[in-house]
């Protein structure tokens, strides 16, 4: 089994700061590339920022410098910090691993439970 566990989500003002850490656990054999996505109320989920395990990182449009995600291969682990939030920043926030383990012979993606971000005017 694998599993994703996340944290740091919560509520903010805009121009604030959060930081949101997940962490991949259980029989995981390797990684692909990690990431974080969101879903805002009536829209589809839509890509954050992924890192590759070599390294390589793309962001979603509306980052525009002001998010940063990093990941720690040996720990399994991706943290994205959000800086100058805006309210259109609200959502529920996914974290991803493109991994291979859980008794799965190729990979395939896992996703945590989601953490809420809600930023205020």
């Known amino acids: 089994q694998v599993q994703l566990v996340e944290s740091g989500g919560g509520l903010v003002q805009a121009g604030g700061s959060l930081r949101l850490s997940c962490a991949a656990s259980?029989?995981?054999?390797?990684?692909?590339?990690k990431g974080w996505y969101r879903q805002a109320p009536g829209k589809q989920r839509e890509l954050v920022a992924t890192?590759?395990?070599?390294?390589?990182?793309n962001y979603g449009h509306f980052v525009k410098g002001r998010f940063t995600i990093s990941g720690d291969n040996a720990k399994n682990t991706v943290d994205l910090q959000m800086n100058s939030l805006e309210p259109e920043d609200t959502g529920v926030y996914y974290c991803?691993?493109?991994?291979?383990?859980?008794?799965?012979?190729?990979?395939?993606?896992?996703w945590g439970q989601g953490t809420h971000v809600t930023v205020s005017s």
């Open positions: 890192i590759t395990s070599g390294g390589i990182i």
């Open positions: 991803n691993f493109n991994l291979r383990g859980g008794g799965t012979p190729w990979y395939k993606d896992y």
């Open positions: 259980g029989s995981i054999f390797g990684v692909n590339g």
